[in-house]
């Protein structure tokens, strides 16, 4: 990839129009240098702009076992974010650069936290409150008929 290069990536939660700064690079390459990140390269940074949103082909996924009236067919169609690459820096290029806030991916359902985290304390106070399991119902019916005498 080159600045100038248009690619889709997986859907982010961006306006078209936006200038993205993307920097967990993992590979640079200029031609007679490759560098490869562990597992990202330090001081890189790609700028990008947003083209737009799209959703690509769609792929057929068919399920069929003869003779047993199986068959399942479902279709999926990947979204994606057209981006354009505008530049590619690195060390003390990529070092002045501002930092931007990261773009997020598209999240099916965000859930709002339902509870605050425990302290160690409260936890520890829980799992001392509680009792000991019950033993399994054989065991207990056999216990008991231990315990009494059998009514004849």
């Keep these: 990839m080159?600045?100038?290069?248009?690619i889709n990536v997986a859907r982010l939660d961006v306006e078209p129009g936006?200038?993205?700064?993307?920097?967990?690079?993992?590979?640079?390459?200029?031609?007679?240098?490759v560098v490869i990140g562990t597992?990202?390269?330090p001081d890189a940074l790609v700028v990008a702009e947003v083209l737009g949103n799209?959703?690509?082909?769609k792929v057929i996924s068919f399920k069929y076992k003869a003779k047993t009236r199986y068959r399942r067919k479902r279709?999926?169609?990947?979204?994606?974010t057209k981006l354009a690459v505008r530049e590619i820096l690195t060390?003390?290029?990529?070092?002045a650069a501002p930092a931007a806030a990261a773009p997020r991916r598209r999240a099916r359902a965000e859930k709002a936290p339902e509870a605050a985290a425990a302290t160690s304390d409260e936890v520890a106070e829980a799992v001392q409150?509680?009792?000991a399991p019950a033993p399994p119902r054989r065991r207990r019916r056999a216990a008991a008929d231990a315990e009494e005498p059998a009514q004849e």
């Design 54 to 57: 799209g959703r690509g082909k």
């Design 2 to 6: 080159h600045a100038g290069s248009v």
């Design 39 to 41: 597992p990202n390269v």
């Design 91 to 95: 060390g003390a290029e990529a070092q």
């Design 75 to 80: 279709g999926h169609r990947q979204d994606y």
């Design 129 to 131: 409150a509680e009792e």
């Design 18 to 33: 936006a200038r993205l700064e993307l920097r967990d690079i993992l590979l640079v390459s200029d031609g007679d240098k």
